[in-house]
């Protein structure tokens, strides 16, 4: 459990009473008593009203808040307010302004605009982070340390310049490696001196936010701009560290947020936290995939849902409410797919500035008589209900699906063969393959143990980093089942070709060798057509984007395409490699075909969904003691029924007793005990 002062799961948010006045924040404390709130994070945005100047540190209204907040019996996520500098520094040093991709130096506005190699902005994110934990490290209200705020975004700048030089020198040691990686004979780009290599932006290499025209240099850009920043965060992190070893820091994630390899910063984060916004029209699968991720950047460890909000959004082009009943569901899905805290953002609405038109617990008009605030309010009373018991509680795959930010990052620098490409898209389609017949799967990275696994899954897995190919292997060999798509095994981790046929480094145990890929228009279709009835799968099913012509070498075709001059070659290949077998998926299938296949593919490995529920039901599981909960959430607006089977479970949230045919409300959530 995060902390044993709170034995429960956490329920607050975003909390900043220095845009108000004291009777406002009385009111507040008296309302998050109704409401069961218990932890807000703050903080966040304050480092000007924390440090007026270069020496001036003023924290006594931080003392006040936090002691007024504890008495009240809420705790603490600290922030340390680093998440916008103060405008005077940006003044005074202007090295801690970015500058963007098109070379333009920014002037103060906004936040997250610290250049991450600025000397300015980490010597006194440090120092403040180092103030802050030295002050607080022993009061008892704070339970968890936050860091910055949603790191991201990049710089261009010649300090980011020079810092990529030493970054760069120290991964390759010498210009001859250098040029070797990045293949720079082509185009005659070969460097002699490391001060010739300059940052790829759109005054160099790369033409807008997709393309560049070296792949390696970009790559290694992307890598050293996520190294810089969890640098930062590494800085504040010791800093607190220094203060309170035993101190739980995180800092917000984003889900799918390309900038990041969150894999590599998850090593330093006690605790994942996230922020979650789905619009109304976010897929729910698309939501739990997220969820996922989080939990799988960590191998399972449950995580913070930091921010939410509780009815809508400022800054997309719609902001729609959530329907009533959505932000309750919303939390608990969040909670079936590990997390162990459900927080907003933000407990009250500001006046000024661009959110005041974001949802908050607390809105406008001030009091408890909404709708938002009574549905925060009654999850808050079944949290306090609920307390420990999920707590720590694990959610068990026997599935796993490969994500992996070199990849991405790679396949989405590419020029060609495809604009119409998108990782994360892929990925989704494998994901809700499972997540529609409630067969519970795992995100993990290509570090990950996959012995606990029968089946992995990794779409478009185009980057084969060094080892990765064996480690497959003898999954595969040891009996797991394997699958993988088109533009898999095509480069290694420098976006170099390996060549000798693709899949280049997967093809023996693929058993395929591809020979061309060809690219068709949005409108452009084919077919992949069953050979023979392969579980539910049998006849033709439309496919696009990409088509591998691949030639088997040992695997069984499973399915070949309908059309045009490669009508004919395999379209779905399945190879036996030791005691397991290698699937090949060679085009982009309409979504019921994967969900057939991965039905089949499941169902051979034994591997049973949580439960059979009606379409819109997703059914989502976390095990803890021996004891399974399975979460049971109604997407559909109407009510459903499922059956339990000789299941007899009790409702964790209305503690009535279950079995035989159950009905569930539209947007209703059941919590099985079994
Ligand atoms: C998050 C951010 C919060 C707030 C929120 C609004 O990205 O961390 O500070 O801006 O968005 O949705």
């Not at 729609?320 to 907003?344: I, N």
């Not at 299938?589 to 009606?614: H, M, R, V």
Request: net charge negative; charged share 25%.
């Amino acid at each position: 459990m995060i902390s044993t002062k709170l034995p429960k799961m956490f329920y607050g948010g975003d909390y900043n009473p220095e845009q108000w006045d004291q009777a406002t924040h009385q009111e507040d404390l008296r309302m998050f008593k109704l409401a069961g709130i218990d932890i807000a994070t703050i903080n966040v945005f304050s480092w000007a009203k924390n440090q007026p100047d270069e020496i001036t540190y003023n924290f006594g209204w931080l003392d006040e808040l936090i002691d007024s907040l504890y008495e009240s019996g809420v705790y603490v996520c600290l922030a340390t307010s680093t998440g916008a500098h103060p405008a005077w520094m940006a003044t005074k040093y202007p090295d801690v302004l970015r500058v963007d991709k098109d070379g333009r130096k920014r002037k103060f506005g906004g936040r997250h605009n610290s250049c991450p190699n600025s000397p300015t902005y980490r010597l006194y994110s440090e120092r403040i982070a180092d103030k802050l934990a030295e002050r607080y490290k022993d009061h008892p209200a704070v339970l968890v340390w936050h860091v910055s705020n949603e790191y991201g975004g990049d710089c261009y700048c010649d300090n980011c310049e020079r810092a990529f030089r030493v970054w760069l020198k120290e991964k390759y040691q010498t210009l001859d490696q250098l040029n070797r990686a990045w293949n720079t004979a082509f185009w005659g780009h070969t460097f002699y001196d490391w001060d010739e290599i300059v940052l790829p932006s759109n005054l160099s290499e790369e033409w807008g936010d997709r393309y560049t025209n070296f792949q390696g240099i970009s790559l290694d850009y992307s890598r050293f701009n996520s190294d810089s920043m969890l640098n930062c965060y590494k800085l504040e992190y010791n800093a607190i560290k220094k203060h309170v070893p035993e101190s739980v820091v995180t800092t917000n994630l984003m889900g799918f947020f390309k900038q990041l390899d969150y894999f590599k910063w998850a090593k330093y984060m006690d605790i994942i936290s996230w922020d979650s916004y789905p619009s109304l029209t976010t897929p729910p699968s698309e939501t739990a995939m997220a969820n996922d991720l989080m939990r799988g950047l960590k191998d399972g460890m449950p995580f913070m849902l930091m921010e939410q909000t509780p009815s809508q959004q400022n800054w997309q082009p719609y902001n729609s409410l959530k329907r009533p009943g959505v932000m309750r569901l919303q939390s608990y899905q969040t909670v079936a797919h590990g997390a162990d805290t459900v927080m907003f953002f933000q407990l009250r609405r500001s006046i000024g500035a661009c959110e005041k038109y974001h949802g908050a617990v607390i809105e406008h008009v001030g009091h408890e008589n909404t709708r938002v605030f009574r549905e925060v309010a009654q999850l808050g009373e079944e949290l306090q209900r609920i307390g420990d018991r999920l707590l720590d509680s694990r959610a068990d795959a026997k599935a796993a699906i490969v994500f992996d930010w070199d990849n991405w990052w790679a396949i989405e620098k590419s020029s060609g063969p495809t604009i119409a490409l998108n990782y994360v898209q892929q990925i989704h389609k494998y994901y809700a393959a499972f997540y529609n017949r409630n067969v519970q799967v795992d995100m993990v990275s290509v570090d990950t143990d996959l012995s606990a696994y029968d089946l992995v899954v990794a779409p478009v897995l185009y980057m084969v980093k060094p080892g990765f190919a064996e480690k497959l292997e003898a999954f595969v060999e040891n009996g797991g089942t394997f699958l993988t798509t088109f533009f898999s095994g095509i480069v290694n981790e420098n976006d170099l070709v390996t060549v000798g046929g693709y899949p280049g480094e997967l093809r023996k145990m693929l058993g395929i060798w591809v020979e061309e890929i060809d690219a068709l228009f949005p409108d452009q279709k084919n077919k992949v057509v069953l050979k023979d009835k392969f579980g539910k799968l049998q006849g033709s099913y439309e496919c696009g984007m990409l088509c591998d012509l691949l030639h088997t070498e040992g695997a069984e075709v499973i399915a070949e395409y309908g059309e045009d001059f490669y009508k004919g070659m395999p379209a779905v290949t399945r190879h036996t490699f030791g005691k397991g077998e290698a699937y090949y998926v060679a085009t982009d299938p309409e979504q019921c075909f994967l969900d057939e296949l991965i039905e089949k593919i499941t169902t051979d490995k034994g591997i049973q969904p949580n439960l059979s529920a009606p379409s819109g039901v997703e059914v989502s599981r976390r095990v803890k003691d021996g004891i399974s909960y399975l979460f049971v959430l109604n997407h559909n607006t109407e009510i459903v029924s499922y059956d339990l089977g000789q299941l007899e479970a009790e409702d964790l949230i209305s503690g009535h007793q279950l079995s035989g045919t159950v009905s569930i409300e539209g947007r209703d959530v059941q919590i099985l005990e079994v």
